[in-house]
T-cell receptor, first 112, second 117 residues
Framework: DAKTTQPTSMDCAEGRAANLPCNHS???????VYWYRQIHSQGPQYIIH???NNETNEMASLIITEDRKSSTLILPHATLRDTAVYYC?????????????FGQGTILTVHP | GAVVSQHPSWVICKSGTSVKIECRSL??????MFWYRQFPKQSLMLMAT?????????EQGVEKDKFLINHASLTLSTLTVTSAHPEDSSFYIC?????????????FGPGTRLTVT
């Protein structure tokens, strides 16, 4: 599976959009981009995933560049409860069990 | 929907004893369950993958005789830490993939904090 690079930490003001980047320059054609987050001392939570089209759900939007070498997770109106570690994970389609490999992620801190 | 529970949420045990952690999918059937370990200020590390009715597949460096995994049904997997030592103290998290769900979305349990004294 392709390796991902994320900034170590980011800050965001409450109510503003949080834009979390992820670089996956070695991604191949059948690999998906998944985003999870982990609030302190809890299990991770699925946020969103995509292959090449932009995706949106009730939690966030995922913007994937045309060459698919990077993506951005957007939390449109960040709240204090969005403070967490955000993980960008690339996983190949067709993987029989779908193992997730977690990197260090981005620590997002939302300030009042 | 898609809730995964773990029991216990925290446990303290003495060195040399064994501890069993349960992971249950409450409202779906899980053909595949995963066990992770997380040390303070570190990321999650996959320990093993288990499929219902078959032996678990362990990641490199994880001792299968020390961390016994049983996935006896489509809703229950257990992790037993045998002869626990202080270095096994960690946050253990399970996750599950829903049966017949083509995506790689995993539903995670709340975690079990193990402290070995």
């Amino acid at each position: 599976d392709a390796k991902t690079t994320q900034p170590t930490s980011m800050d965001c003001a409450e109510g503003r959009a949080a834009n979390l980047p992820c670089n996956h320059s070695t991604i191949s054609g059948n690999e998906y981009v998944y985003w999870y987050r982990q609030i302190h001392s809890q299990g991770p939570q699925y946020i969103i995933h995509g292959l090449k089209n932009n995706e949106t759900n009730e939690m966030a939007s995922l913007i994937i560049t045309e060459d698919r070498k990077s993506s951005t997770l957007i939390l449109p109106h960040a709240t204090l409860r969005d403070t967490a570690v955000y993980y960008c994970i690339v996983i190949a389609g067709g993987t029989s069990y779908g193992k997730l490999t977690f990197g260090q992620g981005t620590i997002l801190t939302v300030h009042p | 929907g898609a809730v995964v529970s773990q029991h216990p949420s925290w446990v303290i045990c003495k060195s040399g004893t064994s501890v069993k952690i349960e992971c249950r999918s409450l409202d779906f059937q899980a053909t595949t369950m995963f066990w992770y370990r997380q040390f303070p200020k570190q990321s999650l590390m996959l320990m093993a993958t288990s499929n219902e009715g078959s032996k678990a597949t362990y990641e490199q460096g994880v001792e299968k005789d020390k961390f016994l995994i049983n996935h006896a049904s489509l809703t229950l997997s257990t992790l037993t830490v045998t002869s626990a030592h202080p270095e096994d103290s960690s946050f253990y998290i399970c996750s599950a993939r829903e049966r017949d769900n083509w995506s790689y979305e995993q539903y995670f349990g709340p975690g079990t904090r193990l402290t070995v004294t």
